[in-house]
């Protein structure tokens, strides 16, 4: 692997892991905003 892909890859993780932080983020304020704190 060059270091072109290897960059890619690391840049396509970090993208889909800031969407799953800010996903479970909207989550956690919707369910205490409920008052349902699991």
């Known amino acids: 692997m060059n270091k072109n892909s290897i960059k890619t890859a690391v840049k396509d993780f ?9 996903i479970g983020m909207f989550y956690l304020l ?9």
């Open 30 to 38: 919707q369910y205490t905003s409920q008052g349902t704190v699991l």
């Open 14 to 22: 970090f993208i889909s892991y800031l969407i799953a932080c800010i």
